[in-house]
């Protein structure tokens, strides 16, 4: 027989939580960022934190914790109280690609409670201006007959711009050689220098370049063309049809957070996300909103599973690792 004291303990601990995630938030918040101060990710999140402060009537702070490609970071939020109090903002480097290089001590997808997805910049396929041809279906012709000789950047290995150049050698049976830079602006000033041929940079740091026509553009890596450059077409449109990486980003909590946190936070990245202001700002970063039908838990966990299923077996078979 249970002990009655037990269970009247049990419930009302059951209601005092309850009433605590009702409550929430009575303190201020963290978003960890696996990130340097200043980075892409790092200011999408201060862009939201600000928003959300005034939405949830409590502070947003912003917590840089670097290191180890992101994998500190992420691993600090799996390790976190489920509380609400400790939220985590990633992207398909550290939610997707480094479950596949990395030896991680946490699930990505089980250990990770998902809360909405918030912005997403796709890649543009670009090279020098001295490649001699006017289209991507020109340029694959091109590589094919010169694959001995052609070069193409990444941002380092196991970097988005890296698994981009891996999955066009898988998709058009070719071999251009592989130059890996400490980052993409190494990358892309070597581009301009004409030291390198192609590269697969994110829509924010090319278009710039493309729009002072130092660099040619091929296709938008993205089932949509950009809002910002609808000018150029999509590899559906431009003839790689279904090649699609974006560097989207998302945010988390720690498995085990209760439905009702999770929902408080949801809506106040909904609410953020429907500011203009806010909107603004990430457009002006190069990054798109998705819909507000596609900025649910449900939407984020699919979307997060469907990558893995993709990326994985093609950054495994390729042999990448972290070096």
Known sequence: M?????????????CTCTAVAQNYPTRPLSIVVPFPAGGPTDTIARIMAE????????????????????????????????DGYTVGIGHIGTHVINGAIYQLPYDLQKDFEPIAMIASNPQIFVSKNAVPVKNLKELIVWVKANQ?????????????????GVYFQKVTSTQPQIVHYRGGAPAMQDLLGGQIDLFFDQAATALPQIRGGRIKPYAVTAKTRLLAAPEIPTTDEAGLPGFYMEVWHGIWLPSGASKTVAARLNAAILEALADPAVRQRLADLGQEVPPREQQSPEVLRAHHKAEIDKWWPVIKAAGIKVE
């Open 148 to 164: 001995d000789k052609v070069t193409i950047a990444t941002g380092g290995p196991g970097t988005p711009s890296h698994v981009s």
């Open 2 to 14: 249970k002990n009655p004291l037990l269970v009247c303990g049990i419930v009302a601990l059951g």
């Open 51 to 82: 928003r959300m402060t005034r939405s949830l009537g409590q502070t947003v702070l912003v917590e840089n914790s670097t290191g180890a490609g992101g994998t500190i970071g992420v691993g600090k939020v799996a390790r976190a109280a489920p």
